[in-house]
């Protein structure tokens, strides 16, 4: 601590000592907002000692609202600095204490950072409880309310509800205006960037992204470098994506001169990897060497000691690299460098299961079926895209679970070519153009899925429901040309069949019969087939809204045990509720 803040402190000791607590009260409330502000300029270590012995004196003193703010303080300075357990710990103390004394706009503060570490640890939903409540709360500041705005911007974003992440941004920009508080619009203007940038507008994004970018420049403020940082490396992706290479170089310049003014890990962080974006795009094998070695200098240095390194620089180093080993796999034809991609898959994968980041755990999963597929294993690498999807279903990043499912259908589109390429041993070059396919991160790298992420509805061929066995007990054709024969059935449980287990286990969730796809969901002792043809993703959340909802209506489910016990199929006219349901999700 300096010496007038240590000064301070004595003074405070003093007025404690004799009894005059109201005194000291107001030096440690100094010391507080003193506190606050050192921890938002960086320097989380001095705001800790500061509020740590400010503690000591506020339990002495007894001022429950003063040890509740204290307890607040201390729990956000945790946060930055990465202590969850800690922080955890004094946000509980803060809450309990103000929902005791009825200070709302404290308990609105203090919901606030209790939804930003669920954010951190990955559990969105409780994230969003948090916050959404926070913001109910009138009382709230407007200071906390511009936090969360931005916190369920950023976070709607990664879950991938698009639309809820611009409107919290737009929000969070009014209300920034209103109360002349405009320095929080660099960081809304970034995630309002991003979102177009995943959408493919690039025009929008663009137009986003230098908003943040000129803001920034205005208010000069050392608190904005990282987000300034970030804005331009967006902005050289952004370029790279439309082959703009000298503008990404004019972007890398300023880039450049940023960190000659602010040389923090985090912006050195973000260069290296801004540079090695630029010379990856290069032909010569010193300017790839150079690129490499910067990617592999970020990643190896296992920066995770500040919230943005973990939240965007040290993922997207360790994306960019195995992007960038990927290409250099299929240039080169080196099968030895099949380990050291798997090296760095892993460590996309540790990292998401240590912060419980689901997003970079699936695209780590993304990675390894596009090596899988490198490696013509395409059973291994549709398993693994089953099991994308299904982490991201789970954890509702459903945005991208979309992305994953429409590289799948493309998977399964291209299958006969793939087996003629494993069949004629095709060199590794040519297997890349076919492995092509991209999780979330690479939406923000440019490249884009030749499928739209927009839903465009299936259109229903046939439905049918068998038990384990591969008894038909109910069918419904969605044509009337369409009759379901035996044979035809047999056919289906032919192209089944070899895959046995699997299906029942959900290891593999669908597959091609001809022009049409093929699901099949287990629903205990049956399965649901649903024959269709588009797009495999909204008719995969159609099937679980049927196996849901055949499994919560006792009629239905009844119907269904009874036809399987008299060996007679279920009929829609004698069974009004299955029909309802039927009607409602295949039709409506």
Request: include cysteine.
């Given at each position: 601590?300096?010496?007038?803040t240590?000064?301070?402190?004595?003074?405070?000791?003093?007025l404690?000592?004799?009894g005059?607590?109201?005194?000291?009260l107001?030096?440690?409330?100094?010391?507080?907002?003193?506190a606050?502000?050192?921890?938002?300029?960086?320097?989380a270590?001095?705001?800790?000692?500061?509020?740590l012995?400010?503690?000591?004196?506020?339990?002495?003193?007894?001022s429950?609202?003063?040890?509740?703010?204290?307890?607040?303080?201390?729990?956000?300075?945790?946060?930055?600095?990465?202590?969850?357990e800690?922080a955890?710990?004094?946000?509980?103390?803060?809450l309990e204490?103000?929902?005791?004394?009825?200070?709302?706009r404290?308990?609105?503060?203090s919901?606030?950072?209790?939804?930003?570490?669920?954010?951190?640890?990955?559990?969105?939903?409780?994230?969003?409880k948090d916050?959404e409540?926070s913001l109910?709360?009138?009382?709230?500041?407007p200071?906390v309310k511009?936090?969360?705005?931005?916190?369920?911007?950023?976070?709607?974003?990664?879950?991938?509800?698009?639309?809820?992440?611009?409107?919290?941004?737009?929000?969070g920009?009014?209300l920034a205006k209103?109360?002349?508080?405009?320095?929080?619009?660099?960081?809304?203007f970034y995630?309002?960037?991003?979102?177009?940038?995943?959408?493919g507008?690039y025009?929008?994004?663009e137009v986003?992204?230098?908003?943040?970018l000129?803001?920034t420049d205005?208010?000069?403020l050392?608190t904005?470098?990282v987000?300034?940082g970030?804005t331009?490396l967006?902005?050289?992706?952004?370029?790279?994506?439309?082959?703009?290479g000298?503008?990404?170089?004019?972007?890398?310049?300023?880039?450049?001169n940023l960190?000659n003014?602010?040389?923090?890990?985090?912006?050195?962080?973000?260069?290296?990897?801004?540079?090695?974006?630029?010379?990856?795009?290069?032909?010569k094998?010193?300017d790839r060497?150079?690129?490499?070695?910067?990617?592999?200098e970020?990643?190896?240095?296992?920066?995770?000691?500040?919230?943005?390194?973990i939240d965007?620089?040290?993922?997207?180093a360790?994306?960019f690299?195995?992007?960038f080993?990927?290409?250099?796999l299929?240039m080169?034809?080196?099968?030895?460098?099949?380990d050291?991609?798997?090296t760095?898959?892993?460590?996309?994968g540790?990292?998401?299961?240590?912060?419980?980041?689901?997003?970079?755990?699936t695209?780590?999963?993304?990675?390894e079926?596009?090596?899988a597929l490198?490696q013509?294993?395409?059973?291994?690498?549709r398993i693994?895209?089953?099991q994308?999807?299904k982490?991201?279903e789970?954890?509702n990043?459903?945005?991208?679970?979309?992305?994953?499912s429409n590289?799948?259908?493309?998977?399964?589109e291209?299958q006969d070519?793939?087996?003629?390429l494993k069949?004629?041993?095709?060199p590794?070059?040519?297997?890349?153009?076919?492995?092509?396919?991209?999780g979330?991160?690479a939406?923000?790298?440019?490249k884009?899925?030749?499928?739209?992420?927009?839903?465009?509805?299936e259109?229903p061929v046939?439905?049918?429901?068998?038990?384990?066995?591969?008894?038909l007990?109910?069918?419904?054709a969605?044509?009337e040309?369409l009759?379901?024969?035996?044979?035809?059935?047999s056919s289906?449980?032919?192209?089944?069949?070899?895959?046995?287990?699997?299906?029942?286990?959900?290891?593999?969730?669908r597959i091609?019969?001809?022009?049409?796809t093929?699901?099949?969901?287990?629903l205990?002792?049956?399965?649901?087939?649903?024959?269709?043809k588009g797009?495999s993703?909204p008719?995969?959340?159609?099937?679980?809204?049927f196996t849901?909802a055949?499994?919560?209506?006792?009629e239905?489910?009844?119907?269904?045990?009874?036809?399987?016990?008299?060996?007679?199929?279920?009929?829609?006219?004698?069974?009004?509720?299955l029909?309802?349901v039927?009607?409602?999700?295949?039709?409506?």
């Amino acid at each position: 601590m300096s010496t007038s803040t240590l000064d301070e402190f004595t003074q405070a000791k003093k007025l404690v000592n004799a009894g005059k607590m109201e005194e000291a009260l107001e030096i440690i409330k100094k010391l507080a907002w003193r506190a606050w502000d050192l921890n938002a300029q960086g320097d989380a270590d001095e705001a800790l000692e500061i509020a740590l012995n400010s503690k000591e004196l506020l339990l002495k003193i007894g001022s429950q609202k003063h040890i509740a703010n204290n307890y607040l303080l201390i729990g956000n300075i945790y946060r930055g600095k990465l202590k969850t357990e800690a922080a955890i710990k004094f946000c509980k103390k803060s809450l309990e204490i103000h929902e005791k004394l009825g200070n709302q706009r404290r308990i609105a503060s203090s919901l606030s950072l209790r939804g930003n570490l669920n954010w951190d640890q990955g559990n969105y939903e409780q994230a969003i409880k948090d916050t959404e409540q926070s913001l109910s709360i009138k009382e709230i500041s407007p200071l906390v309310k511009l936090e969360i705005l931005g916190g369920l911007g950023g976070g709607y974003l990664v879950w991938g509800e698009l639309t809820k992440a611009l409107k919290y941004c737009e929000n969070g920009i009014e209300l920034a205006k209103q109360i002349n508080l405009i320095f929080f619009c660099p960081h809304f203007f970034y995630i309002m960037g991003l979102i177009y940038f995943m959408k493919g507008d690039y025009e929008h994004s663009e137009v986003y992204l230098n908003k943040s970018l000129i803001l920034t420049d205005k208010l000069e403020l050392k608190t904005l470098n990282v987000i300034k940082g970030l804005t331009l490396l967006a902005l050289i992706w952004l370029q790279l994506s439309i082959n703009f290479g000298d503008k990404a170089k004019g972007y890398l310049s300023n880039l450049k001169n940023l960190v000659n003014q602010s040389e923090t890990i985090e912006l050195l962080s973000i260069f290296s990897i801004a540079k090695g974006m630029i010379l990856q795009q290069s032909s010569k094998l010193r300017d790839r060497a150079e690129a490499e070695k910067l990617f592999k200098e970020v990643v190896d240095s296992e920066i995770v000691d500040t919230r943005f390194s973990i939240d965007y620089i040290y993922p997207f180093a360790l994306y960019f690299l195995c992007d960038f080993l990927v290409e250099e796999l299929g240039m080169s034809n080196d099968v030895g460098l099949i380990d050291e991609i798997n090296t760095y898959i892993s460590k996309l994968g540790d990292l998401g299961e240590k912060f419980n980041s689901y997003l970079y755990r699936t695209e780590a999963k993304v990675f390894e079926a596009r090596l899988a597929l490198i490696q013509l294993n395409l059973d291994e690498a549709r398993i693994t895209l089953t099991q994308a999807q299904k982490m991201a279903e789970t954890h509702n990043l459903q945005y991208f679970a979309q992305i994953i499912s429409n590289n799948h259908d493309r998977l399964l589109e291209q299958q006969d070519f793939l087996e003629q390429l494993k069949k004629r041993d095709a060199p590794i070059s040519e297997r890349l153009i076919f492995a092509s396919f991209d999780g979330v991160l690479a939406r923000l790298k440019g490249k884009q899925s030749t499928e739209s992420s927009e839903f465009i509805n299936e259109t229903p061929v046939l439905l049918l429901i068998i038990t384990k066995g591969g008894s038909l007990i109910f069918s419904k054709a969605y044509s009337e040309t369409l009759t379901v024969e035996s044979d035809l059935i047999s056919s289906f449980l032919s192209a089944f069949e070899s895959f046995g287990d699997e299906l029942f286990s959900e290891r593999l969730d669908r597959i091609k019969y001809g022009e049409n796809t093929i699901l099949l969901k287990p629903l205990e002792h049956f399965s649901v087939c649903y024959l269709f043809k588009g797009q495999s993703y909204p008719a995969l959340q159609k099937l679980t809204r049927f196996t849901e909802a055949i499994q919560e209506n006792s009629e239905i489910w009844q119907a269904l045990n009874k036809s399987v016990k008299t060996s007679e199929m279920l009929e829609l006219d004698n069974s009004p509720a299955l029909k309802t349901v039927i009607e409602e999700i295949f039709i409506n």
